[in-house]
């Protein structure tokens, strides 16, 4: 959610404290601001509502600079958006501190500051953090420790990064529960939110843990863990990337991602052939002692794993249990024996999909495996067995080419497991066929771009939508009305077709667009049945239908056709398809497409 940026540099570090803000600009945010320590030994700041761009202005205005700084963009959660409310906080023109997490104790350590004459001028649970470190300093002299005495204070989750006036050359990062990295350079050092915020300066990093607290200074850093004790951590040389070209020829991100589908996921099954090994080492043992899977997930990788969940009982014949994962880790939950779990996360970062994991009874877990867009991320060193999608940097808010290579990640799962436990379900030349198709399929389904984006028309006066599903469709109607309701506000909902006359009939009338995903398969007749329901009581059909399963356009009633193909595919197929009827109704709207209001790209807070 909140992106934290931080430099201690011999050189001026403003044009890395900015460009790193602008790589995190994807996680979603309202105001942005950054502090240092300037050439005359002061402590000076910008801070505005709104974009990064709109602290670049205040900057080329009243440039500021020096060595060692801070910087961050602001998602809400405790006050408003507003300058005041945005970070860093800054006490006395002395300490200035930048958190991204929830202070769960902030009141009642408010009220003791105020108790004590001490003035919060922010709605902010972060500013209490500011005073209570500078208080600290004063008796304890050194920043360090000042800051390693304040952190036992603190219930909840942070990452934070402080500078003090008193030693300009120091910065001091700690994390408990919020994604923090360092990033070591030459005659500098830096700590960010994830590493593509530092990228552009530095392939070398140091995944901090829990508990850990750094102090950084141009030409050194120093860990230590929750004990107080020097920690090594052992840092990572990642890989050189080609990096993420601008928009091209599209006008949003979003449209650019979706159109980048098919090579997404070529890249994601690789040869075409599920393969044990290509979720580690210990894959080839552990699959075949597999009795059970629970996949925990939020959100649109929600969607995902009940999509799986159908292929996975389906096909290799083993009980699946999906949950979501942030009420998951709040009940009490059976864990069968030697479950398979699956954390399913596009940063690796969400934080309830990492508790979730912490909460099954590890005595009967087989073992956990990541399915994830971003290596060494906290899922990916959480979890025995990885696999990465290959979605590549996603941009927009609202999820697409993400979510499909998820749904390629989980078919590799579900054909590797089928392999040991059902060997008959599909042949080898089954299994690459279906592989190699979504890609494919995918390209063709882009084919009706300019079909869909006549039908988005019809939306844009509307303020409520119903989508409909059968079977392993109903996951991606969720997830047809999660991207409309995402980027275009309005509201949308999504029903098994069956339940329609268990309640939401009620809503039915011709204001009320009814999109229906409506593929060749089983349940082809039953689904139409329910259809027919919505006709007759005056309700606009949008049918996205498979192009041999009969259906046509007549009174109230608008069909798409989709292209051919097999059913393992189908699910990629339809995805496609309502990201496009989204994506036109919110450019027709005139939204922000890959800034939605008030989301964040990685939810990093419970």
Same mark, same amino acid.
């Given at each position: 959610?909140?992106?934290?940026?931080?430099?201690?540099?011999?050189?001026?570090?403003?044009?890395?404290?900015?460009?790193?803000?602008?790589?995190?600009?994807?996680?979603?945010?309202?105001?942005?601001?950054?502090?240092?320590?300037?050439?005359?030994?002061?402590?000076?700041?910008?801070?505005? @509502?709104?974009?990064?761009?709109?602290?670049?202005?205040?900057?080329?205005?009243?440039?500021?600079?020096?060595?060692?700084?801070?910087?961050?963009?602001?998602?809400?959660?405790?006050?408003?958006?507003?300058?005041?409310?945005?970070?860093?906080?800054?006490?006395?023109?002395?300490?200035?501190?930048?958190?991204?997490?929830?202070?769960?104790?902030?009141?009642?350590?408010?009220?003791?500051?105020?108790?004590?004459?001490?003035?919060?001028?922010?709605?902010?649970?972060?500013?209490?953090?500011?005073?209570?470190?500078?208080?600290?300093?004063?008796?304890?002299?050194?920043?360090?420790?000042?800051?390693?005495?304040? @952190?036992?204070?603190?219930?909840?989750?942070?990452?934070?990064?402080?500078?003090?006036?008193?030693?300009?050359?120091?910065?001091?990062?700690?994390?408990?529960?919020?994604?923090?990295?360092?990033?070591?350079?030459?005659?500098?050092?830096?700590?960010?939110?994830?590493?593509?915020?530092?990228?552009?300066?530095?392939?070398?990093?140091?995944?901090?843990?829990?508990?850990?607290?750094?102090?950084?200074?141009?030409?050194?850093?120093?860990?230590?863990?929750?004990?107080?004790?020097?920690?090594?951590?052992?840092?990572?040389?990642?890989?050189?990337?080609?990096?993420?070209?601008?928009?091209?020829?599209?006008?949003?991100?979003?449209?650019?991602?979706?159109?980048?589908?098919?090579?997404?996921?070529?890249?994601?099954?690789?040869?075409?052939?599920?393969?044990?090994?290509?979720?580690?080492?210990?894959?080839?043992?552990?699959?075949?002692?597999?009795?059970?899977?629970?996949?925990?997930?939020?959100?649109?990788?929600?969607?995902?794993?009940?999509?799986?969940?159908?292929?996975?009982?389906?096909?290799?014949?083993?009980?699946?249990?999906?949950?979501?994962?942030?009420?998951?880790?709040?009940?009490?939950?059976?864990?069968?024996?030697?479950?398979?779990?699956?954390?399913?996360?596009?940063?690796?970062?969400?934080?309830?999909?990492?508790?979730?994991?912490?909460?099954?009874?590890?005595?009967?877990?087989?073992?956990?495996?990541?399915?994830?867009?971003?290596?060494?991320?906290?899922?990916?060193?959480?979890?025995?067995?990885?696999?990465?999608?290959?979605?590549?940097?996603?941009?927009?808010?609202?999820?697409?080419?993400?979510?499909?290579?998820? @749904?390629?990640?989980?078919?590799?799962?579900?054909?590797?497991?089928?392999?040991?436990?059902?060997?008959?379900? @599909?042949?080898?030349?089954?299994?690459?066929?279906?592989?190699?198709?979504?890609?494919?399929?995918?390209?063709?389904?882009?084919?009706?771009?300019?079909?869909?984006?006549?039908?988005?028309?019809?939306?844009?006066?509307?303020?409520?939508?119903?989508?409909?599903?059968?079977?392993?469709?109903?996951?991606?109607?969720?997830?047809?009305?999660?991207?409309?309701?995402?980027?275009?506000?309005?509201?949308?909902?999504?029903?098994?077709?069956?339940?329609?006359?268990?309640?939401?009939?009620?809503?039915?009338?011709?204001?009320?667009?009814?999109?229906?995903?409506?593929?060749?398969?089983?349940?082809?007749?039953?689904?139409?049945?329910?259809?027919?329901?919505?006709?007759?009581?005056?309700?606009?059909?949008?049918?996205?239908?498979?192009?041999?399963?009969?259906?046509?356009?007549?009174?109230?009633?608008?069909?798409?056709?989709?292209?051919?193909?097999?059913?393992?595919?189908?699910?990629?197929?339809?995805?496609?398809?309502?990201?496009?009827?989204?994506?036109?109704?919110?450019?027709?709207?005139?939204?922000?497409?890959?800034?939605?209001?008030?989301?964040?790209?990685?939810?990093?807070?419970?």
């Amino acid at each position: 959610m909140c992106g934290i940026v931080a430099v201690a540099a011999q050189r001026d570090c403003t044009d890395i404290l900015m460009e790193g803000l602008r790589r995190l600009e994807y996680r979603g945010y309202d105001s942005a601001g950054f502090a240092l320590i300037d050439r005359h030994g002061g402590l000076s700041s910008h801070k505005c @509502l709104g974009r990064v761009a709109a602290l670049e202005e205040a900057q080329a205005a009243s440039p500021i600079r020096g060595g060692t700084g801070i910087a961050h963009t602001r998602w809400a959660t405790h006050g408003e958006p507003s300058v005041i409310n945005a970070h860093p906080h800054i006490v006395n023109d002395r300490i200035a501190v930048v958190h991204n997490g929830i202070i769960e104790n902030h009141a009642a350590l408010r009220e003791q500051l105020e108790a004590e004459g001490r003035d919060c001028l922010s709605d902010t649970d972060t500013e209490v953090v500011a005073h209570l470190i500078e208080q600290a300093v004063a008796s304890e002299g050194a920043l360090l420790l000042a800051v390693q005495t304040v @952190l036992p204070k603190l219930k909840g989750a942070y990452a934070l990064a402080i500078v003090d006036r008193e030693a300009p050359d120091t910065v001091i990062v700690a994390r408990q529960g919020s994604p923090l990295v360092l990033g070591v350079g030459i005659g500098e050092n830096f700590a960010g939110s994830d590493t593509l915020a530092l990228r552009s300066v530095t392939d070398t990093f140091i995944y901090l843990e829990d508990g850990d607290v750094a102090e950084m200074t141009a030409d050194r850093y120093r860990i230590f863990n929750s004990a107080g004790e020097v920690a090594n951590r052992t840092p990572t040389r990642l890989a050189s990337q080609v990096e993420e070209e601008g928009l091209g020829d599209h006008e949003h991100f979003m449209r650019k991602e979706i159109f980048e589908q098919p090579a997404r996921l070529r890249d994601t099954v690789g040869q075409g052939s599920a393969t044990d090994r290509a979720f580690g080492k210990k894959a080839a043992a552990l699959f075949p002692k597999v009795a059970s899977v629970q996949i925990l997930a939020c959100g649109t990788s929600y969607h995902a794993g009940l999509v799986a969940r159908h292929w996975i009982e389906a096909l290799a014949g083993l009980p699946c249990q999906v949950e979501v994962a942030s009420e998951f880790r709040y009940r009490h939950s059976v864990t069968l024996p030697n479950t398979l779990v699956v954390g399913i996360s596009q940063s690796g970062e969400t934080a309830d999909t990492l508790a979730a994991l912490e909460h099954v009874d590890a005595d009967r877990v087989l073992g956990r495996l990541a399915i994830c867009n971003v290596d060494h991320s906290a899922l990916v060193r959480a979890s025995e067995l990885v696999y990465l999608t290959q979605a590549g940097t996603e941009i927009g808010v609202a999820s697409t080419k993400a979510f499909t290579t998820q @749904l390629a990640a989980l078919l590799n799962l579900t054909l590797c497991l089928a392999r040991h436990h059902a060997p008959k379900a @599909l042949s080898e030349i089954e299994v690459t066929a279906a592989l190699e198709e979504m890609a494919s399929a995918a390209e063709e389904v882009l084919k009706q771009d300019e079909r869909i984006k006549a039908l988005s028309h019809r939306f844009t006066n509307k303020h409520h939508a119903l989508f409909l599903g059968r079977g392993i469709y109903h996951p991606i109607a969720m997830e047809g009305a999660l991207k409309l309701k995402e980027i275009s506000y309005i509201h949308a909902e999504a029903y098994p077709a069956g339940e329609l006359k268990h309640g939401p009939l009620a809503l039915v009338d011709q204001d009320m667009p009814v999109v229906a995903v409506a593929p060749d398969d089983r349940l082809m007749e039953k689904l139409r049945s329910n259809l027919e329901e919505v006709r007759a009581r005056g309700g606009q059909l949008f049918v996205f239908a498979s192009e041999n399963a009969g259906y046509q356009s007549g009174p109230g009633c608008e069909v798409l056709e989709m292209p051919a193909c097999g059913p393992l595919a189908g699910p990629i197929v339809f995805t496609i398809a309502l990201q496009l009827l989204s994506y036109h109704v919110a450019v027709a709207k005139g939204t922000d497409v890959d800034k939605p209001r008030n989301l964040a790209k990685s939810v990093t807070v419970e």
